[in-house]
Structure formats: structure tokens, C-alpha cells
T-cell receptor, first 113, second 114 residues
Framework: DGGITQSPKYLFRKEGQNVTLSCEQN?????MYWYRQDPGQGLRLIYY???????QKGDIAEGYSVSREKKESFPLTVTSAQKNPTAFYLC????????????FGQGTRLTVV | AQSVAQPEDQVNVAEGNPLTVKCTYS??????LFWYVQYPNRGLQFLLK??????LVKGSYGFEAEFNKSQTSFHLKKPSALVSDSALYFC????????????FGTGTRLKVLA
């Protein structure tokens, strides 16, 4: 089946730790995105990548890092610099054409313990 | 700056009644508009989109949306609501200024009451 897979579904992080969220797609999409979802705030863009080996900061990039070494993979690292990382994280991908919708993964819920 | 507004945090409707979830947008140039639905602890599912053409767009699960250029609105509608339609709904616009980001509204929680 074609799709976008996020893992793990649940993740717990201790204070001061870095953690990496995985996002893999087999849709052959050029663009990939990371969003953070908090109650009442909708989806806020963290990072996005329009092509392999290139990515740009979104609206709330501080405390996060990404890489795009392969077309199908766009991992997100939540660093210790992110002061309030507890949230639901969503990865999405889309083809290169402007009229197409984004396809979303099932999300990763990160909790700081 | 391009943006999307969903003015209602929550909409309540009785089962069998028509429903409307509101969305207004602000873009430069032609708008590319999308509606998504989210069930608890799940990703977003695409419902429908407006790119060009007919102002009434039909989508999945009996939903439709009406594009109104003069009012810069893209309201989601369904003629007869089901309890299973209860979920969080997001309107989005595609940034056409060069980044091609998707910009989302804050979401509207729909509750369909039996």
C-alpha cells in the first residue's frame, strides 16, 4: 500500500534528551512537511522540504532539526532546546504540483516525563 | 500574508440536520483551498478541494463546499449530518507565493447530537 508512515505512535522524552521522530513515504512525493498540533492552535509548520537535500524553516522551527537525505524520508529531531515539546506531531507529503492535496501520516504523540 | 480563519471553535448540530463549518481565506492570486477531517489521535484525512471551475465542490462522505470569491469564503456543508461526522475539521490554503506551504486554520470541532 502506498502511504506515509510515522513512528513511533507514542514517544516519551526525559528532560534534556533529544528524540527523533521518523517519517517515511512511498508515494514518490517531492515535498514533505512537519507540523505540530496543540489543542486550540491548529497545525503549525515546523519545517518543510520541497526537494531532496533541501529544507526550510517553518513558523516554529526553534528547538527542532530535520534532514532530507532521501526522497522518501524526512526525520524530525526534537532537541533539548525545545522547551515545551509535548504535542502531537504530524508529517505530510505532497507531489510537486500546486493543486494537489497533502497526505498525512497518523502522527506521533510526544510527551515529556 | 496568506491566511485562513475558522471563526467557530465548535459547531453543534442535530443528527439529520444540515451542517455548515465556516472558513474564510486571504491570499494573493488564485486560491487553492482544502478541507480535512481529523478523528482523535489520527492524522488528517483529505475531504475535498477547490482549484478552479464550479463553485460547488463535492467530496468524500457526502461533504461539499461552496467557494465564494467575493466573500473570500469556502464553507464546508453536508445536507444531513451523521453522528459519525463528529470530528475536528480543518480548512487549509496553499501558499502560492513560492513556498507552496499548506496554511491551516485553527480547526472547528463538529459535534453531531443523536
Amino acid at each position: 500500500d502506498g502511504g506515509i508512515t510515522q513512528s513511533p505512535k507514542y514517544l516519551f522524552r526525559k528532560e534534556g534528551q533529544n528524540v527523533t521522530l521518523s517519517c517515511e513515504q512511498n508515494l514518490n512525493h517531492d515535498a514533505m512537511y512537519w507540523y505540530r498540533q496543540d489543542p486550540g492552535q491548529g497545525l503549525r509548520l515546523i519545517y518543510y522540504s520541497q526537494i531532496v537535500n533541501d529544507f526550510q524553516k517553518g513558523d516554529i522551527a526553534e528547538g527542532y532539526s530535520v534532514s532530507r537525505e532521501k526522497k522518501e524520508s524526512f526525520p524530525l529531531t526534537v532537541t533539548s532546546a525545545q522547551k515545551n515539546p509535548t504535542a502531537f506531531y504530524l508529517c505530510a507529503s505532497s507531489p510537486g504540483t500546486v493543486s494537489t492535496e497533502a497526505f498525512f501520516g497518523q502522527g506521533t504523540r510526544l510527551t515529556v516525563v | 500574508a496568506q491566511s485562513v480563519a475558522q471563526p467557530e471553535d465548535q459547531v453543534n448540530v442535530a443528527e439529520g440536520n444540515p451542517l455548515t463549518v465556516k472558513c474564510t481565506y486571504s491570499v494573493s492570486g488564485n486560491p487553492y483551498l482544502f478541507w480535512y477531517v481529523q478523528y482523535p489521535n489520527r492524522g488528517l484525512q483529505f475531504l475535498l478541494k477547490y482549484i478552479t471551475g464550479d463553485n460547488l465542490v463535492k467530496g468524500s462522505y457526502g461533504f461539499e463546499a461552496e467557494f465564494n470569491k467575493s466573500q473570500t469564503s469556502f464553507h464546508l456543508k453536508k445536507p444531513s449530518a451523521l453522528v459519525s461526522d463528529s470530528a475536528l475539521y480543518f480548512c487549509a490554503v496553499r501558499d502560492t507565493s513560492g513556498t507552496y506551504k499548506y496554511i491551516f486554520g485553527t480547526g472547528t470541532r463538529l459535534k453531531v447530537l443523536a
